[in-house]
């Protein structure tokens, strides 16, 4: 029985061609970027999303990335659209890019 619980190569490809459509350099980066960003997601989750709309979300997301500078975090709150973000959504989005540290209550760990 196949596994369904984690999304397919063929469908992280699929999504992985439509987000290398909408860059001209990093295309190896993002095919990296969307295979980390969907390790863990639930296959049967994902299946209420496209492969358009979960391309657009990685997409952004890895854009997000890209920009992010010196350890300070990176917040993103909006309502996406396809016209502007690559994908649709009927909920407002909060798209974090932070430096992964351990924290643990009050403390923190380098």
């Known amino acids: 029985m196949k596994n369904t ?14 987000a290398s459509g909408y860059i ?11 295979s980390v960003y969907y390790r863990n997601v639930a ?9 358009t709309d979960l391309a657009g ?3 952004h997301h890895f854009v997000l990335l890209k920009s992010y ?3 300070e975090p990176a917040l993103r ?6 016209e502007e973000h690559h994908f649709h959504s009927g909920r407002s989005v909060l ?14 760990y380098p």
Do not use: C, H, W
């Not at 001209?24 to 969307?34: N, T, V, W």
């Not at 709150?77 to 396809?82: D, G, K």
């Open 43 to 51: 296959g049967r989750l994902a299946g209420l999303e496209s492969d």
């Open 24 to 34: 001209s350099k990093d295309q190896a980066l993002l095919e990296d970027f969307i």
């Open 95 to 108: 798209q974090l890019v932070a430096f992964n540290r351990r924290v643990y209550g009050f403390l923190r």
């Open 5 to 18: 619980l984690i999304l397919s190569a063929e469908r992280l490809k699929n999504i992985t061609n439509i």
């Open 57 to 59: 979300m990685a997409l």
């Open 77 to 82: 709150l909006f309502n996406p659209s396809v």
């Open 69 to 71: 500078q010196d350890n």
